[in-house]
């Protein structure tokens, strides 16, 4: 098996003042970089998918990967316009170059953007679960709901994968 671990929308936007859930998301980054560091010693795929909308263009400081995230210059980066990172994206061949076969979801607007991603990596014939309080919501009963109906793996889980 071999995963890679999908960072949804790590970016500048949700960590401003104005985010009701603020405390939420700063929560786990920890959890994200922890995983990071996990996948690196394995040298598994680190993917930072970024939206990109009217509101957040490409090269914005809202649309930019947050810097409180481990993201390094080897680290795949991926725009998206939609909820699943996988639609209209390069992202399904980039995960088959590296024989991808189990995507860790993590994230932001859990009920969109997560779970959408991580159902487009199920319909596409991958293994896939969401890492454990590695995601958020503007509103936490989503989040929750989120991480209710969704195949979940945890930190310590991962650290006893193999390649």
Same mark, same amino acid.
């Given at each position: !098996?071999? $995963?890679?671990?999908?960072? !949804?929308?790590?970016?500048?936007? =949700?960590?401003?003042?104005?985010? $009701? &859930?603020? @405390?939420?998301?700063?929560? *786990?980054? $920890? %959890? %994200?970089?922890?995983?990071?560091?996990? =996948?690196?010693?394995?040298?598994?795929?680190?993917? =930072?998918?970024?939206?990109? &909308?009217?509101?957040?263009?490409? /090269?914005s400081?809202?649309?930019?990967?947050?810097?409180?995230?481990?993201?390094?210059? /080897?680290?795949?980066?991926?725009?998206?316009?939609?909820?699943? @990172?996988?639609?209209?994206?390069?992202?399904?061949?980039?995960?088959?170059?590296?024989? #991808?076969?189990?995507?860790?979801v993590?994230?932001? #607007?859990?009920?969109?953007?997560?779970? &959408?991603?991580?159902?487009?990596?199920?319909?596409? /014939?991958?293994? /896939?679960?969401?890492?454990?309080?590695?995601?958020?919501s503007?509103?936490?009963?989503?989040? +929750? =709901? *989120?991480?209710?109906? &969704?195949? #979940?793996?945890?930190?310590?889980?991962?650290?006893? !994968? +193999?390649?």
């Amino acid at each position: !098996m071999k $995963p890679a671990l999908l960072i !949804m929308d790590p970016q500048n936007d =949700f960590f401003e003042d104005d985010n $009701p &859930s603020l @405390a939420e998301f700063q929560a *786990t980054v $920890p %959890i %994200i970089n922890s995983a990071i560091e996990i =996948f690196r010693e394995h040298c598994w795929p680190v993917v =930072f998918v970024q939206h990109t &909308s009217p509101k957040k263009p490409i /090269g914005s400081h809202a649309w930019a990967i947050h810097a409180q995230f481990n993201c390094q210059p /080897g680290d795949a980066q991926l725009s998206k316009t939609q909820y699943n @990172a996988f639609w209209n994206t390069e992202l399904d061949a980039l995960l088959k170059n590296h024989q #991808v076969d189990f995507v860790i979801v993590s994230g932001y #607007v859990a009920e969109y953007c997560v779970l &959408s991603t991580l159902r487009g990596a199920l319909e596409r /014939g991958y293994r /896939g679960a969401i890492l454990a309080q590695s995601v958020a919501s503007l509103n936490n009963r989503y989040a +929750e =709901f *989120t991480l209710e109906i &969704s195949p #979940v793996l945890t930190t310590d889980e991962l650290q006893t !994968m +193999e390649n």
